[in-house]
């Protein structure tokens, strides 16, 4: 794993003695976090008490049965009995306000012994400063480390003011800012396979490069999180955050050595160089009935798809456009990243440029069934010069790799931040997207089980030139 390897050249937190969870009878608990806990267990690597924090005036039996019926859901009945039981057995629960000191009190009671706690806080960003203050107020903040459910903040103001709140009780190392799209498989692996392969650096870079898509599609809609989409958006809610950290792994420079704090310094120097974001920049769609939804305003602008055209000011990327995009209620279920390769100087045969005028690429497939591919010309039997291009295909699915949340989580507790943000970094992304958040066009309207508004084309140097995921493609066969 990534994060074990970068603790051995950058040292990093000891590990953590206890797991508190704020949020532990809500969603994220029931879908996510639980389901996470139980594999931790069956894998071992959580064998500390296990304390949840929520105010819905439930006991520890409530509790449990909670996260039984979460993991039996989640494995869809076939979960391993002995993690359960071993799991529910280290459950402890603390049930009051946020904004009562005595629920702290009670915490660090239920703590007991524990010296070096990590706080999950699995709740609103609105409650941060409270659980924050909360802490602090009882003592319990020496020696542990938080880890932040995103969304770090709705813009570079605030993005500051929640890095300030939260560095006000723990020290940058000890602050883990959680974005489940990290602890994919897929993504780590476009970092391996980026610096793994060294036939990749002589041509990852503007002179052969000529530009790179990033899709991230979705067939559903909102499902009834309206209220919640109203407050974010597609720009906030997935392209500031999981499509500009897919930029900074392609994007950034070899790290100096094998650590830690070198892939986040190269990673920030990405985000540093993005030219800040225009108007003309940033295409914004919704799709048709999106207002309809409950808890959506009858005359909303808040996008439920957005483009964009983005440059990094950098020797390596200076002129090459990066174009990104996602969106709800699309065509397909699918996250891609297409490097466009820039032809060759010279056309020595007529056909060598293709019909749609792609020249080779490279292509990851992050999702559904993930696999890297090379588009490649190949001549056709005959006497004639003449051939089309095919997908030489790696297929890299891996049915028993560790979901994002059980590695996010153990590696918080091991002390390890190889995969999570840092606070310069969150505030260097937020300043690009920043000019747009407030000063753009409307939103059009699209159809849904489209490829979002036609206006989008017009953002690629090409019309029309997107490359959409096919996932049934029976190219290079």
């Known amino acids: 794993m990534l994060g074990v390897m970068m603790d051995d050249i950058d040292g990093g937190l000891a590990a953590a003695d206890a797991f508190v969870f704020f949020g532990a009878t809500g969603d994220l608990a029931h879908k996510m976090i639980f389901p996470a806990l139980h594999q931790m267990v069956k894998h071992g690597t959580l064998d500390v008490p296990v ?20 993991i039996q859901v989640a494995d869809m009945g076939a ?21 009562d000191p005595n629920t702290f009190m009670a915490l660090k009671q239920e703590l007991g012994g524990s010296r070096r706690p990590a706080y999950y806080l699995a709740i609103p960003p609105s409650l941060f400063a409270t659980v924050i ?13 938080v880890i932040v459910e995103k969304p770090f903040g709705r813009d570079l103001a605030s993005a500051r003011e ?3 709140v939260v560095r006000s009780a723990f020290a940058e190392s000890a602050i883990f800012r959680i974005d489940h799209f990290l602890g994919k498989e897929e993504i780590m692996n476009l970092l391996y396979f980026r610096f793994a392969n060294s036939f990749l650096e002589p041509i990852w870079n503007r002179n052969y ?12 809609g909102v499902q009834g999180r309206g209220a919640f989409y109203e407050t974010a958006g597609c720009l906030r809610d997935v392209v500031e955050n999981h499509l500009f950290q897919v930029v900074a792994l392609l ?23 993005m030219r800040p974001l225009g108007t003309h920049d940033v295409v914004r769609g919704q799709f048709t009935g999106y207002r309809d ?39 397909e279920t699918a996250a891609e990243v297409l490097v466009e390769l820039k032809p060759p100087p010279q056309a020595l045969f007529t056909d060598s440029a293709p019909a749609d005028g792609r020249a080779n690429y490279l292509r990851f497939r992050l999702s559904p069934n993930p696999e890297i591919a090379l588009a490649a010309r190949v001549k056709h039997p005959g006497e004639e010069f003449v051939g089309d291009q095919r997908e030489l295909m790696l297929l890299n699915a891996q049915a028993d790799a560790e979901q994002p949340y059980e590695r996010l989580l153990a590696d918080a507790l091991e002390g390890s931040g190889a995969l ?55 190219q290079g066969q």
């Open 133 to 145: 203050q909360g802490l602090r107020g009882a003592g319990l903040t020496h020696d542990a480390r």
């Open 251 to 273: 994007a950034m420079e070899p790290p100096a050595y094998q650590g830690m704090s070198a892939v986040q310094n190269e990673k920030f120097n990405v985000f540093r160089a």
């Open 51 to 70: 304390i949840g924090v929520a105010s819905s005036k439930w006991g520890l039996p409530q509790l449990r049965d909670y996260a039984r019926d979460s």
């Open 420 to 474: 999570f943000t840092r606070e310069d970094a969150v505030e260097a992304a937020w300043a690009v997207v920043d000019p747009v958040l407030e000063n753009h066009d409307r939103a059009h309207l699209y159809t849904p089980g489209s490829w979002g508004p036609k206006q989008a084309d017009a953002l690629v140097a090409h019309p029309g030139s997107w490359l959409n995921p096919v996932l049934e493609s029976t």
């Open 293 to 331: 939804e409950a808890g959506v305003a009858k005359d909303s602008d808040v996008e439920t798809f957005c483009a964009l055209r983005l440059f990094i000011d950098s020797w390596r990327w200076a002129g090459v456009p990066w174009y990104l995009r996602s969106g709800k209620c699309l065509a």
């Open 79 to 99: 979960g391993d009995a002995v993690a359960l039981d071993r799991l529910l057995s280290l459950l402890g629960y603390v049930d009051g306000d946020y904004a």
């Open 209 to 220: 490069v000529a530009s790179v898509q990033i899709t991230l599609a979705e067939r559903i």
């Open 162 to 164: 929640l890095n300030r």
